[in-house]
């Protein structure tokens, strides 16, 4: 089987200068670098990558927000605009306010005139900023995904979008944990609305797909399945993830979170994933949010996940034989990178062939 790669070029258009952790700016991890060395990665592996549809903005309002999406256009140049990049000497677009539920007694908050302030509505987290290409970039990955969906929902048997920056933590109407547009659910809604529901979302990432799992929360096409580091051992995204969050209304019993403790390796890992491979028995077609950074020496996570893991993920994944769309996620170890989704694609068509 050869598996068409969708790879959006633009993706270096996204270079934030860092990210602020804890009020102190630190170098970030979700670097150009990682889409250049999955992309190398695959082409010396054979694989032909090829560009993204364009599309209109409206085709993100499937899972986001209109508000969100004008706010993610917008923000730089309004930023620009104002007088941040001056004084304090702040060029990117970060929060520094966050209107919680408690500060209004729960009523919506209206809306501030300051691009400070009103930054602090749409995001979720400090880390995530907005440089002068993140919006393009954060498009053409939206793009990407849209395009390897309409590629399957087209009668391909599978498709791969080898996207940066990632998505899973971005929701109807907030951004966050390094994603803007939830590319992954794009992807979803996409073979949903071609036909080839109901879709099951299998989430690898280490970290819990908080985004992915707002999104479809009572929905009942799709379904959401997640494997990650627990977090109530102090983890992102610290309040979602856990295992009593199973789906409400028409979604209820459609959500499966599977925490795992630091430290898990291969053999707990693997025997999640068989439980999410168990959930999504029933549906007729498959996105698979791929984060590698569940690897042993991640920088973002202390699971303990082999090369050997990620490729009988992909077999286990592969031996479904559902339409599957591939959507990368996180993975911060550039070293590994490359190897690490080979090894799951390799192990995902030698038991989809
Ligand atoms: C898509 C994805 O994998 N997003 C990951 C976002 C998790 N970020 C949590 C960051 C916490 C601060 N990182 C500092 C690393 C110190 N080892
Ligand atoms: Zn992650």
Redesign the pocket.
């Known amino acids: 089987m050869a598996l068409p790669v969708v790879f959006p070029e633009k993706h270096h258009l996204h270079v934030p200068d860092g990210?602020i952790?804890v009020g102190v700016r630190?170098e970030g991890?979700?670097l150009p670098a990682r889409g250049d060395v999955i992309a190398d990665a695959l082409t010396r592996t054979g694989y032909r990558l090829q560009p993204p549809q364009p599309i209109d903005d409206s085709a993100l309002h499937a899972v986001h927000a209109p508000e969100l999406v004008d706010f993610l256009r917008t923000a730089w140049k309004r930023w620009q605009q104002s007088g941040y990049p001056k004084d304090p000497g702040q060029g990117q677009v970060v929060p520094y306010a966050f209107p919680l539920t408690a500060i209004t007694s729960g009523r919506q908050p209206r809306r501030p005139v300051s691009i400070g302030a009103l930054t602090g509505m749409f995001a979720m987290d400090t880390?995530t900023l907005i440089s002068e290409g993140t919006w393009e970039a954060a498009r053409d990955a939206a793009a990407a995904a849209l395009t390897a969906a309409g590629l399957v929902a087209g009668g391909e048997r599978a498709a791969y979008a080898a996207v940066r920056p990632?998505?899973?933590?971005a929701g109807s109407s907030f951004y966050g944990?390094?994603?803007y547009m939830n590319n992954a659910a794009l992807a979803a809604d996409r073979l949903r609305t071609a036909g080839m529901s109901p879709v099951a979302v299998i989430d690898l990432?280490?970290?819990h797909g908080n985004g992915t799992q707002e999104i479809f929360y009572a929905t009942d096409g799709v379904r959401y399945g997640s494997v990650h580091i627990d977090p109530a051992a102090g983890?992102?995204p610290h309040w979602l993830g856990f295992a009593d969050e199973t789906g409400e209304g028409a979604g209820s019993g459609a959500n499966l979170n599977l925490p795992l403790a630091p430290g898990s390796g291969d053999e707990i890992w693997l025997e999640a994933v068989r439980q999410l491979v168990d959930f999504s028995s029933g549906s007729r077609s498959l996105v698979v949010s791929l984060?590698v950074?569940a690897w042993m020496t991640d920088?973002?996570s202390p699971l303990q996940v082999s090369v050997d893991g990620y490729r009988t993920a992909g077999i286990m994944l592969g031996k479904r034989e559902l339409p599957t769309v591939i959507v990368q996620?996180?993975?911060?170890d550039l070293t590994m990178l490359g190897e690490l989704v080979v090894a799951f694609l390799a192990g995902f068509q030698m038991a989809a062939s």
């Open positions: 990210e952790w630190i991890t979700e880390m990632p998505g899973h933590h944990g390094a994603c990432d280490a970290h983890y992102f984060g950074d920088p973002e996620e996180g993975g911060y």
